[in-house]
C-alpha cells in the first residue's frame, strides 16, 4: 500500500554509483536494494539489448514500482540469500553489484509500517511484512538485559541499561504495542491517536529517540547479520573487475563495509604476504564519499549517505 502523492524514494547519490560501477552494457548486474527503483532503471540505461538486471526487495510494497522491460528480473526475498536466489537463476558470475542499505521513504512515511516516530501507528518495523519478529515483540518480550544489549550495539545508545529498565518497568503494568506507547514509555507521555496522526515531538528528543528506532528496527530485520551473509555471497559472485558499490546510513554497517572491503574478511583481519603487503580480494575505488552539498539541499535524507565502492580482482596485493 502506498498513500496517494507520496514519493517511494528518491535515490542518493545516483550519478556518483553509476560511476563507481562502470556500468559494461552487454553486463549481469544485480540491485540487492531495489526500493522505488532509481538505481535499478538508472542500471538498466545504461545496458544494452544483452544485459541483465536482477533486483531485491524483501518487502513487496516494492514491486508497485515493477520496470516493464524483458532485461529485469524482481526477486523477491533477502539479499542475504543472494548467492542461492542467483544459482537459482543459473547465474554464477556478475559484472557488478549495488546495495543502498536500510529502508526507503516509504517506510519512514507510511504510519502503519511503524518505522517512523513522527507518526501514531503500530510499533512494526518489519521489512518484510511475513517476518515473524515486529518491534513490539521486543520491547515486550526480550529480557531486560537482552534489550540493553540491542539499544546499545545497534543504536550505540550510551544511557541503554537505564532505558532498558524504564521500558521493563513500563511494560509491567501496560503492553507496548504501538508509537505511542513506545514514546510514552520512554518519558514522551503521549496519548493514542488514530493510525497516521502526526506526533509532535521536541526537537532535542529527536536524536535519541532516531537512534532507539534503529537499534530496535536493525534488531526486527536482523540488519548486520543479512548485511554480513549478503557481502560474503557478493564476494564470491563478483567476476575479476565486477565492481562492487555500497551505501550506507549508519556507521554500524559503514564500518562493517569498510572493513570487508579493505581485507575481504568480515572480521577486517588484514592478510599479508612475505613482504607484509596486504593480500584482499578488492582493490577500492571509493573510500566513504558523501553527497554533494547541492544533492543534501535537494534531497535532505541523503545527508547520511556514505558510498563505498570496489573492484573485485584475484587477490590482488596492495603495498
Ligand atoms: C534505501 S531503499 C533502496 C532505494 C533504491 N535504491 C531506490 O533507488 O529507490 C532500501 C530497500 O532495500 C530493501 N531491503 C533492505 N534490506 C533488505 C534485505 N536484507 N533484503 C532485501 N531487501 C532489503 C528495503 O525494503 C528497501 O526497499
Redesign the pocket.
Known amino acids: 500500500m502506498m498513500s496517494e502523492g507520496k514519493i517511494?524514494?528518491i535515490?542518493a547519490m545516483l550519478n556518483e554509483c553509476m560511476d563507481a560501477l562502470a556500468i559494461r552494457p552487454d553486463g549481469t548486474y544485480i540491485?540487492?536494494?531495489?526500493?522505488?527503483?532509481?538505481?535499478?532503471r538508472a542500471i538498466l540505461e545504461r545496458l544494452g539489448p544483452n544485459g541483465q538486471l536482477y533486483s531485491?526487495?524483501?518487502?513487496l510494497d516494492?514491486y508497485q514500482n515493477r520496470i516493464n522491460d524483458s532485461r529485469w528480473h524482481f526477486v523477491h526475498?533477502?539479499?542475504?540469500y543472494i548467492k542461492n536466489f542467483m544459482d537459482y537463476y543459473g547465474i554464477t558470475a556478475v559484472d557488478g553489484i549495488i546495495a543502498?542499505?536500510?529502508?526507503?521513504f516509504h517506510?519512514f512515511d507510511e504510519a502503519e509500517r511503524g518505522f517512523s516516530f513522527r507518526y501514531a501507528g503500530p510499533l512494526d518495523m518489519r521489512?518484510n511484512r511475513q517476518g515473524r519478529k515486529t518491534a513490539a515483540d521486543i520491547v515486550n518480550n526480550y529480557e531486560e538485559s537482552e534489550l540493553a544489549r540491542v539499544l546499545w550495539l545497534y543504536g550505540e545508545m550510551t544511557n541503554s541499561r537505564a532505558l532498558a529498565a524504564r521500558i521493563v518497568r513500563h511494560r509491567s503494568t501496560n503492553s507496548i504495542t504501538r508509537i505511542e506507547h513506545l514514546l510514552t514509555a520512554v518519558g514522551i507521555t503521549t496519548a493514542e491517536l488514530p493510525d497516521g496522526t502526526e506526533l509532535s515531538i521536541d526537537s532535542r528528543q529527536k536524536k535519541d529517540l532516531a537512534r532507539l528506532m534503529q537499534a530496535l528496527r536493525i534488531e526486527v530485520?536482523d540488519?548486520m547479520a543479512?548485511l554480513t551473509e549478503?557481502l560474503e555471497g557478493s564476494k564470491t559472485l563478483l567476476k575479476d573487475g565486477g565492481r562492487m558499490v555500497v551505501l550506507t546510513y549508519h556507521s554500524l554497517e559503514d564500518r562493517m563495509v569498510k572493513n570487508f572491503f579493505r581485507s575481504g574478511r568480515i572480521d577486517g583481519t588484514i592478510e599479508k604476504d612475505f613482504y607484509g603487503n596486504i593480500l584482499s580480494p578488492f582493490s577500492v575505488i571509493e573510500k566513504g564519499r558523501t553527497a554533494s552539498d547541492e544533492e543534501v539541499e535537494r534531497n535532505p535524507r541523503a545527508r547520511s549517505a556514505k558510498m563505498r565502492s570496489v573492484m573485485r580482482v584475484a587477490n590482488e596485493v596492495i603495498s
Open positions: 517511494y524514494h535515490p540491485d540487492v536494494t531495489f526500493g522505488g527503483g532509481g538505481h535499478s531485491f526487495d524483501q518487502d516494492a526475498g533477502n539479499f542475504r543502498d542499505l536500510g529502508v526507503s517506510h521489512m530485520n540488519e543479512a549478503m
